[in-house]
């Protein structure tokens, strides 16, 4: 469906039931909602999926402000009051991993778990992001494509169906979406909400990650209190679909955490 927010018009792919426990799932830069197709399929049997498009990516408008991890926070925010959501779990990767602990943050009664995936607590390269977004700008997205693929999967999964999926997402993908994304990331800076997520927290991370190495993952992990920390075997930046299965393990191990209680 579509919802005017902030001035935009995103897209949000809903599954499951509405009376069903909610799972808000944010994606990666240069991915859309689909990238977690595998988790939204499996978890849509018992929760309500919530999978938006940030700006510029998916079928959401592209920015015409500045964008920023707050600005797209606020977007979440803004669309779970539209759609009447309450209470719900979170869960997010690499940039959307950020905009889920600024979403936490700012509604920490209401988010009833938090789960990142391969993100950091600030930004780990603002030159490089800086420079990237120039550079994509300058020549197109297509630019530098090959080498984001290649940080996103291991070698083995990039002819696999879901690597080729992988792919044609970036190949499909706004070059000025990817480019402001890029802007966010250079400024990106969430150590200010650690101290407020005070929800059960669980940070994982592909072993093999080069874009947001372990180490950036754990030092996320050692400023949030009495939050968890895992790898990812064989896994990669996005391991969605490479792991299916170990990431939905944690999804489920983070949710049951507060189901349980």
């Known amino acids: 469906?579509?919802?005017?927010?902030?001035?935009?018009?995103?897209h949000v792919a809903l599954h499951g039931?509405?009376?069903?426990?909610?799972?808000?799932?944010?994606?990666?830069?240069?991915?859309?909602?689909?990238?977690?197709?595998?988790?939204?399929?499996?978890?849509?049997?018992?929760?309500?999926?919530?999978?938006?498009?940030?700006?510029?990516h998916g079928l959401s408008d592209i920015s015409r402000s500045p964008v920023t991890v707050e600005a797209l926070a606020e977007d979440i925010v803004a669309l779970l009051r539209e759609l009447g959501v309450e209470q719900f779990h979170l869960a997010g990767i690499s940039i959307g991993g950020m905009v889920a602990q600024c979403v936490a943050a700012t509604m920490p009664e209401q988010v009833r778990t938090l789960t990142v995936f391969d993100s950091s607590i600030e930004s780990l390269a603002?030159?490089?992001?800086?420079?990237?977004?120039?550079?994509?700008?300058?020549?197109?997205?297509?630019?530098?494509?090959?080498?984001?693929?290649?940080?996103?999967i291991t070698p083995d999964a990039v002819e696999t169906p879901h690597g080729r999926g992988l792919a044609t997402m970036l190949a499909r993908m706004s070059s000025e979406g990817y480019a402001a994304g890029c802007d966010a990331l250079a400024i990106a800076d969430c150590r200010g909400y650690a101290a407020s997520l005070v929800m059960p927290v669980t940070i994982a991370v592909g072993e093999l990650?080069?874009?947001?190495?372990?180490?950036?993952?754990?030092?996320?992990a050692d400023a949030i209190a009495g939050s968890r920390f895992t790898t990812i075997p064989d896994a990669a930046h996005i391991p969605l679909f490479e792991q299916a299965a170990a990431v939905n393990q944690i999804l489920a191990q983070s949710v049951e955490r507060a189901e349980a209680s």
């Not at 469906?1 to 995103?10: A, C, I, P, R």
């Open 1 to 10: 469906m579509f919802v005017s927010v902030n001035d935009h018009n995103l």
């Open 17 to 56: 039931s509405k009376q069903a426990p909610a799972l808000v799932l944010l994606h990666s830069l240069g991915t859309s909602h689909d990238v977690w197709q595998e988790q939204a399929r499996v978890f849509s049997a018992s929760h309500y999926v919530i999978c938006p498009d940030f700006r510029g």
């Open 126 to 152: 603002p030159q490089m992001w800086q420079g990237r977004a120039a550079k994509i700008r300058a020549d197109g997205l297509a630019s530098i494509a090959s080498g984001v693929l290649a940080r996103w």
């Open 209 to 220: 990650d080069e874009a947001t190495p372990p180490a950036a993952s754990k030092a996320l």
